[in-house]
Nanobody, 111 residues
Framework: VHLVESGGALVQPGGSLRLSCAAS????????MYWYRQAPGKERELVAW????????NYAESVKGRFTISRDNAKNTVYLQMNSLKPDDTAVYYC?????WGQGTQVTVSS
């Protein structure tokens, strides 16, 4: 199993980013996929998940209405669209699936 996140960057408050996670080594379309994040000095928290076919998803209260998780099973990729970013969203973002993790991508929200 191999998960590779990309798309992290430094962005100003109110800005947007789209994270991607490319998966390989397993049947991607069979698995729920997750996005987590970990801020400095804090525990890793679940941000969002999406069902295997993409028909169901759920979000942490802190990101509801601002973040959208999606997936493209033809491309073995899961996305996290992040809008109206806040400094509190600063963290390393990880995707997870089949009990495996990517290496993470840094998102920094700062003016």
């Amino acid at each position: 199993v191999h998960l590779v996140e990309s798309g992290g960057a430094l962005v100003q408050p109110g800005g947007s980013l789209r994270l991607s996670c490319a998966a390989s080594g397993f049947t991607f379309s069979n698995y729920v996929m997750y996005w987590y994040r970990q801020a400095p000095g804090k525990e890793r928290e679940l941000v969002a998940w999406i069902s295997s076919a993409g028909g169901m998803s759920n979000y942490a209260e802190s990101v509801k209405g601002r973040f959208t998780i999606s997936r493209d099973n033809a491309k073995n990729t899961v996305y996290l669209q992040m809008n109206s970013l806040k400094p509190d969203d600063t963290a390393v973002y990880y995707c997870s699936g089949k009990n495996n993790w990517g290496q993470g991508t840094q998102v920094t929200v700062s003016s």
